[in-house]
């Protein structure tokens, strides 16, 4: 009690310390939203790929990753993760992360990639748009928007839709 004003401790929060794969990826989305928002499309996550610069960085985002999720295949351009706990993101939960590879031909920060209700709609609306570039592979094809800092992708067929069952649910 000073001068007869009692005066409690503030409540104590217990926050849990966001971890740089969480951290990260949600940096990657909020620099994107302000563009996704301007498609006026219904866009939901359905992975981020983050981009290291050196090996340490992916040395230490794959350390931290494995004790956030379990392997759930290997891609010709990293490793990609299921988290045991989704991050919520403005996008829908997040439940896939790649660490990619270390290239010096990508700069920036990571790749979001987004599920459109209908990509051939999508297509045909954005293909002629100057921002977007369609990028054709043998199994898939996308819709690639980019920024200075991110690339934003749009497939065909998501990640998730081409895991197998007993390797994503």
Do not use: W
Not at 17 to 30: D, P, R
Not at 43 to 65: A, C, G, S, Y
Not at 77 to 105: A, E, H, N, Q, W
Not at 132 to 144: C, G, H, S
């Amino acid at each position: 009690m000073v001068s007869g004003v009692q005066i409690s401790a503030a409540p104590t929060l217990i926050m849990l310390k966001e971890t740089s794969i969480q951290q990260t990826a949600s940096e990657i989305l909020q620099e994107v939203e302000p563009i996704c928002i301007t498609l006026k499309e219904e866009l939901i996550i359905d992975f981020v790929d983050i981009f290291p610069q050196t090996e340490t960085e992916k040395e230490n985002l794959t350390r931290e990753i494995k004790t956030l999720g379990q392997r759930v295949t290997q891609t010709d351009t990293g490793m990609v993760y299921k988290l045991d706990s989704p991050i919520k993101t403005k996008f829908g939960p997040l439940t896939l992360i790649k660490i990619r590879i270390v290239d010096s031909t990508k700069t920036q920060h990571g790749a979001p990639d987004f599920k459109v209700e209908n990509y051939l709609t999508f297509k045909q609306k954005y293909i002629e748009d100057g921002r977007f570039t369609l990028i054709v592979r043998k199994k898939y094809e996308m819709l690639e928007l980019k920024t200075k800092n991110i690339l934003i992708y749009f497939p065909n067929i998501t990640l998730s839709e081409s895991l197998s069952p007993e390797k994503y649910d």
